[in-house]
């Protein structure tokens, strides 16, 4: 099994920036893609980013690409999503994710993480 464990959420004001950090334990070796979904209140979750094993691709979702910035460190297990120039819609709770494929296109999400809540106030 393989355990992951979000931090890093916070409150934060219009414009501002956060980074969340997700480490994983366990049975790392079986993971390849990592990334990040969210979830606001009374929405489904959605994807928000995600990339590759060597971290040579990465996606974003349309709504964060320019403002978020996904990156990992292997050697840490550790994924992390720098979150700048944040918006009141960014306010969800954010959900580390890894699959076993290293397609990161594609990405759906074996292991999950519990989340953690990143509100934005305007």
């Known amino acids: 099994q393989v355990q992951l464990v979000e931090s890093g959420g916070g409150l934060v004001q219009a414009g501002g920036s956060l980074r969340l950090s997700c480490a994983a334990s366990?049975?790392?070796?079986?993971?390849?893609?990592m990334g990040w979904f969210r979830q606001a209140p009374g929405k489904e979750r959605e994807f928000v980013s995600a990339?590759?094993?060597?971290?040579?691709?990465?996606y974003y979702a349309d709504s964060v690409k320019g403002r978020f910035t996904i990156s990992r460190d292997n050697a840490k297990n550790t994924v992390y999503l720098q979150l700048n120039s944040l918006k009141p819609v960014d306010t969800a709770v954010y959900f580390c994710?890894?699959?076993?494929?290293?397609?990161?296109?594609?990405?759906?999400?074996?292991?999950w993480g519990r989340g953690t809540q990143v509100t934005v106030s305007s």
């Open positions: 366990g049975r790392t070796f079986s993971i390849a893609a």
């Open positions: 990339i590759n094993l060597s971290g040579s691709s990465t």
């Open positions: 994710a890894a699959d076993r494929a290293n397609s990161a296109a594609t990405m759906v999400g074996v292991y």
